[in-house]
């Protein structure tokens, strides 16, 4: 049989028989893969070292007949020890993987492992604020599900223009213009960022930025709820 080499990190640990455990992990190229972790829970398992949360670790495994694959090794690459620091940013990270587990049930692209690192890589650092993490990621895991609003146009198909105001209609993902709208174009610039391919640890520094997120959480917590159904 073949071994096979990746990145991996773990989205969720299940206790199988007296010392074994399956592993749910997310890897750059092969996607979402099922492991076994034979004797992984005893005192001496060679295996325990690489398979710890909020960690990039390096595996090998062995595609068997099933659809769980057997765990051959495993060493931890990277791990992120400031999130443990901060028990919000602790439950803000066990969040982030259970919601990319969640919608990532088909096989997933390498944009998803990516987005899990980054926002690891952001949870790490402090200085970064909570929300910006939590609703960029959001905003990331829309965009890869295919239900990103138009952040061009508006509802009558015309250029978003900077002296409106607008509503949002989540049913056909688009701006409305009225004057009573809570959304200005300052807002939807704030959306660009959040929607675009930026690395949260460079949107960090874009001055002013998490004072616009009160005004935006709204908009994509009911895009959340009405396409994640989280």
Not at 57 to 71: A, H, P, R, V
Not at 106 to 119: D, I, K, M, T
């Amino acid at each position: 049989m073949n071994q096979l080499n990746t990145k991996a990190i773990i989205l969720s640990r299940t206790d199988y028989g007296e010392s074994d455990r399956i592993l749910s992990v997310i890897t750059p190229v092969q996607g979402k893969i099922t492991l076994m972790a034979r004797g992984v829970r005893k005192i001496k398992s060679k295996l325990a070292g690489g398979i710890e949360l909020f960690c990039i670790n390096d595996i090998s495994y062995i595609k068997g007949k099933s659809e769980i694959y057997t765990l051959t090794s495993s060493r931890l690459d990277k791990h992120y020890f400031n999130i443990l620091k901060d028990i919000e940013r602790v439950q803000l990270g066990y969040d982030l993987i259970k919601n990319i587990n969640k919608v990532t049930e088909a096989q997933p692209g390498p944009e998803y492992f990516r987005l899990l690192e980054e926002s690891f890589s952001a949870l790490n650092n402090p200085e970064i604020d909570k929300e910006l993490i939590k609703y960029w990621f959001d905003s990331q895991i829309i965009k890869f599900s295919g239900h990103e609003p138009n952040l061009v146009y508006d509802s009558e198909n015309k250029k978003l223009n900077e002296d409106d105001n607008f509503v949002f209609d989540t049913t056909n993902m688009c701006f409305k213009k009225t004057s009573q709208g809570r959304y200005s174009v300052k807002d939807i610039k704030v959306l660009r960022l959040f929607f675009g391919n930026y690395d949260i640890n460079k949107l960090s520094n874009v001055s002013d930025l998490t004072s616009h997120i009160g005004n935006i959480k709204p908009l994509i917590k009911s895009i959340r709820a009405s396409y994640l159904n989280y």
